[in-house]
């Protein structure tokens, strides 16, 4: 058998840096380290082998198609699959920032949701059974779908909806807030909660894929690390990058035949409802 694969994206400081770490302790298998910028990356892995724990390094810009591409080519010829895939990569724009909202919602979006979704279409097809996805998400994307509209709201609930559909009412959004209306159509006024509302939804939508799927076993749920001390919060954050890693690294490490979670809302090891 070939042998196991895990890779985390974003992974050369914050919460992805402390999930390679436990992976590396804890993940029975190859755990890549990944970052957009090499020399990062590289120093990232140096620091960690300097606690004796030897993550590999592969570069991934999750905006960045052929960087997708080429992660994805190698894992194939490299592994044959990939056994563990934590979506950990994203943006915040600080709250100080004077960029236009229409901006921000741009910029947010495309690293938050759709590169996610980019490295989700290319490296889901090579999970093997048993596999697991994390897509870190965040409590702020429970706030911002309780500010959305009753109708939009109804949308992203709708048991039946697409990853097309899910796109379409990201791009809504977007254009909305590039002509000053999202709110009257109806969207909450924060471009990172609805990046992750975005998030959260897509898992609930791969979770009814991947229970469809041949491929036996394979789960994927959603979190958030909870408030954590990084570059992202300023470090205002009151929980170390381990403790935010926790529930990533709960549910990148659950056992084989787990019947729950599963397609669900994590924090705190904890289901919960992030739309209701
Ligand atoms: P950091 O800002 O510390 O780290 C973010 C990581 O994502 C960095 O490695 C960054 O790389 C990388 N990244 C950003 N854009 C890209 C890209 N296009 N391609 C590849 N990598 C990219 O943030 P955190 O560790 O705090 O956040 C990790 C995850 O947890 C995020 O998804 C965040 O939204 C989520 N989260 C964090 C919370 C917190 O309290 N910290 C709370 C809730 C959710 P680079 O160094 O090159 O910028």
């Known amino acids: 058998m070939s042998k196991k694969v895990a890779v985390v994206t974003g992974s050369n400081k914050g919460i992805g840096y402390a999930i390679v770490r436990g992976l590396c302790k804890q993940f029975d298998g190859d755990v890549y380290l990944t970052a957009r910028n090499e020399e990062l990356g590289k120093q990232a892995v140096k620091s960690l082998n300097s606690e004796g ?3 590999k390094f592969h570069q991934l810009d999750i905006t960045d198609q052929a960087s997708i591409d080429r992660l994805r080519d190698f894992l194939k010829t490299t592994y044959g699959g990939l056994d563990v895939l934590v979506n950990n ?8 920032s004077t960029a236009p909202f229409s901006e921000q919602v741009e910029v947010t979006i495309k ?5 996610t ?4 279409d290319a490296l889901i097809p090579l999970l093997r059974p048993q596999a697991r996805v994390v897509n870190v998400s965040s409590m702020l994307s429970s706030s911002a779908i309780k500010k959305c509209s009753k109708e939009v ?5 709708n048991p039946k909806l697409t990853i097309d559909d899910l796109t379409k009412l990201i791009n809504e959004f977007v254009q909305a807030a590039k002509s000053g209306n999202h709110e009257s159509k109806g969207y909450a006024n924060s471009a990172y909660g609805m990046s992750k509302v975005g998030v959260s939804a897509l898992t609930e939508i791969q979770h009814r894929q991947l229970s469809a799927d041949p491929r036996e076993d394979i789960l994927v ?4 690390p909870g408030y954590v001390d990084t570059d992202m919060t300023s470090h205002k954050g009151h929980k170390t990058i381990d403790q935010g890693a926790d529930t990533p ?4 490490l659950l056992p084989p035949g787990t019947k729950s979670p599963a397609g ?7 289901i919960k409802n992030w739309s209701g």
């Open 249 to 252: 690294l709960y549910l990148a």
């Open 264 to 270: 669900n809302f994590v924090s705190e090891r904890e």
């Open 153 to 157: 709201r109804a949308k992203f609930a």
């Open 89 to 96: 990569a994203g943006i915040a724009y600080k709250q100080e």
């Open 53 to 55: 724990l030897s993550p």
């Open 111 to 115: 690293t938050n949701y759709f590169g």
């Open 117 to 120: 979704l980019a490295v989700c």
């Open 221 to 224: 749920n959603t979190c958030c």
